[in-house]
C-alpha cells in the first residue's frame, strides 16, 4: 500500500490535483473557523447545548451533517453548501415534470451548462433568504453582543446587510471552491466538502468516547468507560462500514447482446455485455429526505407542548416523535425511507429512455423485445432490487439510534456507525479511490484496490 501511495505522489498530473485538493479544503476549514463579528459566541454555545435534544437541536444538527455548515456557531461558511444542495435538488426535480428544463437537459453538456447557471443564479437568492432569517433568529434569541443592537432591540441595518452579505458570500465562495476541485482538484468538489465536514467531527467523538476511561485512570472491564464497550463498537464500526462498502457497490448486472452488422468483409457486433443497475439508486437521499421530514412533528409538537402544558397528550406526542424513543418513531422512519426510495428511483431511473437508447445502438436484452417490453422488464427489476436497497437504507439509518440506546452512548459517537454520516463518507471516498485509480491504470499502473 505504502509502494501504491509513493507512486501516486511521483506522477507531476496526479501529485498537482491531489495537492490542489488538499488546499482547497484547508481554505474552507480556515474559513469554518472564522466567526460573524456580531455574535456572542459563549451565549450561542450555551444556547445550543440547552436545544441540543430538542427539535429544533436535531434540525441543526442534521442539516450540518449533509451541509457543510456550523450553524451553531455563525460564521462565514455558517450556511455550508445547504444553498447549492437545496438549489441543485430543485432543479433536479424541475427537470422530470417541467418541459423546457427537460429538454436543456437531453441537450448534451450546453445543456447541463445552462442548467448550472441556473442552479448558481438560485444558490445566490437561497443564501440572501437563508442569511437574513437566520441573522434575524439570531437577534431574536438574544445571541448577538449587545452593542451592536439599536436601542429599540433589533439589529442596525447596516449591520444586519453586513451578517447577510457575509454569509453569502461565504457560501457562494464555497460552491466556487467545489467547482474548482471538480475542474482543477480530483474527486467531486462538493461531495468533498460535505464529507471533510463529518470527518472534522470524528476527532471530538473520540475523545468523549474514551473521555470516561481517562478520567477513571485506568482500563477496566465493564461500566461506562470500559474497555470490553470500546472493543464491542470498534468492531460494530467495522462489520458496518464492510456492509454499507458491499451495498454500495452492488449491483443488478443485466446481459446485453449486441445486434453483428456487416461493413464490407468484416462483421462486427455480436458480443454480450451486461447492464449494470445499482441496487442503491437512490443513494443518501431517502435518508436526508426522511430525517429531515420527522425532525417537524417534533418540533410542532415541542411547541404545542409548551404552549399547553395541561395537555398531557401534547406530551405524548412530542415523545412519540422524538428521535429513536419509542417504536412510532422508527416505524414512520423506516416507511418514509422505502417510500422515498421508490420516488427517487422513480425520477432518476427511467427504463424507457434506457430502452430507447438500448434499441438505438443495436443492443438488446435476450428474451425481451428492443422498446416497450425491455422497458417494462427493466422496471420490473429496478422495483425489485429498490426494495433490497430501501431495506439496507432503512437498516443503516436506526443503527445509531439502536447503538445509542442498547450501549447508551452519545448520538454524536453513534451517528458514525450508520445514517447520512457514514453513507456519505463512504459513497465519497470510493468515488475519489475510483478517480485516482483512473489516472494509476492511464499510466500503466496497479490501482489502489488491485
Same mark, same amino acid.
Given at each position: 500500500?505504502?509502494?501504491?501511495?509513493?507512486?501516486?505522489?511521483?506522477?507531476?498530473?496526479? =501529485?498537482?490535483?491531489?495537492?490542489?485538493?488538499?488546499?482547497?479544503?484547508?481554505?474552507?476549514?480556515?474559513?469554518?473557523?472564522?466567526?460573524?463579528?456580531?455574535?456572542?459566541?459563549?451565549?450561542?454555545?450555551?444556547?445550543?447545548?440547552?436545544?441540543? %435534544?430538542?427539535?429544533?437541536?436535531?434540525i441543526i444538527e442534521y442539516a450540518a451533517i449533509f451541509s457543510a455548515s456550523q450553524l451553531n456557531q455563525a460564521t462565514i461558511f455558517g450556511l455550508g453548501i445547504m444553498p447549492y444542495i437545496s438549489a441543485s435538488i430543485i432543479f433536479q426535480l424541475l427537470a422530470s415534470v417541467y418541459p423546457p428544463l427537460e429538454q436543456l437537459q437531453k441537450e448534451g453538456e450546453s445543456g447541463r451548462k445552462k442548467i448550472n447557471e441556473y442552479t448558481r443564479y438560485?444558490?445566490?437568492?437561497?443564501?440572501?433568504?437563508?442569511?437574513?432569517?437566520?441573522?434575524?433568529?439570531?437577534?431574536?434569541?438574544?445571541?448577538?453582543?449587545?452593542?451592536?443592537?439599536?436601542?429599540?432591540?433589533?439589529?442596525?441595518?447596516?449591520?444586519?446587510?453586513?451578517?447577510?452579505?457575509?454569509?453569502?458570500?461565504?457560501?457562494?465562495?464555497?460552491?466556487?471552491?467545489?467547482?474548482?476541485?471538480?475542474?482543477?482538484?480530483?474527486?467531486?468538489?462538493?461531495?468533498?466538502?460535505?464529507?471533510?465536514?463529518?470527518?472534522?467531527?470524528?476527532?471530538?467523538?473520540?475523545?468523549?468516547?474514551?473521555?470516561?476511561?481517562?478520567?477513571?485512570?485506568?482500563?477496566?472491564?465493564?461500566? %461506562?468507560?470500559?474497555?470490553?464497550?470500546?472493543?464491542?463498537?470498534?468492531?460494530?464500526?467495522?462489520?458496518?462500514?464492510?456492509?454499507?462498502?458491499?451495498?454500495?457497490?452492488?449491483?443488478?448486472?443485466?446481459?446485453?447482446?449486441?445486434?453483428?452488422?456487416?461493413?464490407?468483409?468484416?462483421?462486427?457486433?455480436?458480443?454480450?455485455?451486461?447492464?449494470?443497475?445499482?441496487?442503491? %439508486?437512490?443513494?443518501?437521499?431517502?435518508?436526508?429526505?426522511?430525517?429531515?421530514?420527522?425532525?417537524?412533528?417534533?418540533?410542532?409538537?415541542?411547541?404545542?407542548?409548551?404552549?399547553?402544558?395541561?395537555?398531557?397528550?401534547?406530551?405524548?406526542?412530542?415523545?412519540?416523535?422524538?428521535?429513536?424513543?419509542?417504536?412510532?418513531?422508527?416505524?414512520?422512519?423506516?416507511?418514509?425511507?422505502?417510500?422515498?426510495?421508490?420516488?427517487?428511483?422513480?425520477?432518476?431511473?427511467?427504463?424507457?429512455?434506457?430502452?430507447?437508447?438500448?434499441?438505438?445502438?443495436?443492443?438488446?436484452?435476450?428474451?425481451?423485445?428492443?422498446? =416497450? =417490453?425491455?422497458?417494462?422488464?427493466?422496471?420490473?427489476?429496478?422495483?425489485?432490487?429498490?426494495?433490497?436497497?430501501a431495506g439496507f437504507l432503512a437498516f443503516v439509518a436506526i443503527v445509531p439510534t439502536l447503538i445509542s440506546s442498547w450501549l447508551h452512548v452519545g448520538y454524536d459517537i453513534a451517528s458514525f456507525y450508520g445514517g447520512t454520516s457514514l453513507l456519505i463518507a463512504v459513497s465519497v471516498a470510493f468515488d475519489l479511490v475510483q478517480k485516482i485509480d483512473s489516472h494509476l491504470v492511464m499510466r500503466n499502473y496497479k490501482g489502489l484496490l488491485q
Amino acid at each position: 500500500m505504502w509502494e501504491k501511495i509513493r507512486i501516486v505522489f511521483t506522477i507531476p498530473e496526479l =501529485r498537482r490535483k491531489i495537492l490542489l485538493t488538499f488546499l482547497m479544503l484547508a481554505i474552507y476549514r480556515i474559513g469554518w473557523q472564522i466567526p460573524l463579528p456580531i455574535v456572542n459566541h459563549e451565549q450561542m454555545t450555551k444556547w445550543f447545548k440547552e436545544q441540543a %435534544q430538542t427539535g429544533l437541536g436535531q434540525i441543526i444538527e442534521y442539516a450540518a451533517i449533509f451541509s457543510a455548515s456550523q450553524l451553531n456557531q455563525a460564521t462565514i461558511f455558517g450556511l455550508g453548501i445547504m444553498p447549492y444542495i437545496s438549489a441543485s435538488i430543485i432543479f433536479q426535480l424541475l427537470a422530470s415534470v417541467y418541459p423546457p428544463l427537460e429538454q436543456l437537459q437531453k441537450e448534451g453538456e450546453s445543456g447541463r451548462k445552462k442548467i448550472n447557471e441556473y442552479t448558481r443564479y438560485a444558490t445566490v437568492l437561497l443564501c440572501l433568504g437563508q442569511s437574513w432569517f437566520y441573522v434575524n433568529f439570531l437577534v431574536r434569541n438574544d445571541l448577538v453582543y449587545q452593542h451592536f443592537l439599536t436601542e429599540s432591540g433589533t439589529l442596525s441595518l447596516w449591520w444586519q446587510l453586513t451578517a447577510v452579505l457575509t454569509m453569502t458570500a461565504g457560501a457562494t465562495f464555497l460552491m466556487w471552491l467545489g467547482e474548482q476541485i471538480d475542474e482543477y482538484g480530483i474527486g467531486n468538489g462538493i461531495s468533498l466538502l460535505i464529507m471533510a465536514g463529518i470527518l472534522a467531527r470524528m476527532p471530538a467523538a473520540g475523545i468523549r468516547l474514551f473521555e470516561p476511561m481517562f478520567e477513571q485512570g485506568m482500563i477496566q472491564l465493564g461500566g %461506562q468507560g470500559g474497555i470490553d464497550k470500546v472493543i464491542v463498537l470498534m468492531t460494530l464500526f467495522v462489520s458496518v462500514v464492510f456492509g454499507v462498502v458491499f451495498i454500495t457497490l452492488g449491483q443488478r448486472r443485466i446481459p446485453t447482446q449486441s445486434a453483428k452488422h456487416v461493413r464490407g468483409r468484416r462483421v462486427y457486433g455480436g458480443t454480450r455485455q451486461y447492464l449494470p443497475l445499482r441496487v442503491n %439508486q437512490a443513494g443518501v437521499m431517502p435518508i436526508v429526505f426522511a430525517s429531515s421530514l420527522l425532525l417537524f412533528p417534533s418540533v410542532l409538537f415541542s411547541y404545542l407542548s409548551h404552549l399547553y402544558p395541561s395537555a398531557g397528550w401534547l406530551k405524548d406526542l412530542e415523545g412519540a416523535f422524538h428521535r429513536g424513543d419509542g417504536y412510532t418513531y422508527n416505524v414512520l422512519y423506516i416507511a418514509m425511507i422505502y417510500f422515498f426510495c421508490y420516488f427517487w428511483t422513480a425520477i432518476t431511473f427511467n427504463p424507457k429512455d434506457m430502452a430507447d437508447n438500448l434499441k438505438n445502438y443495436g443492443t438488446f436484452i435476450p428474451g425481451y423485445r428492443p422498446g =416497450r =417490453r425491455t422497458a417494462e422488464y427493466l422496471e420490473k427489476v429496478m422495483v425489485r432490487i429498490t426494495y433490497v436497497g430501501a431495506g439496507f437504507l432503512a437498516f443503516v439509518a436506526i443503527v445509531p439510534t439502536l447503538i445509542s440506546s442498547w450501549l447508551h452512548v452519545g448520538y454524536d459517537i453513534a451517528s458514525f456507525y450508520g445514517g447520512t454520516s457514514l453513507l456519505i463518507a463512504v459513497s465519497v471516498a470510493f468515488d475519489l479511490v475510483q478517480k485516482i485509480d483512473s489516472h494509476l491504470v492511464m499510466r500503466n499502473y496497479k490501482g489502489l484496490l488491485q
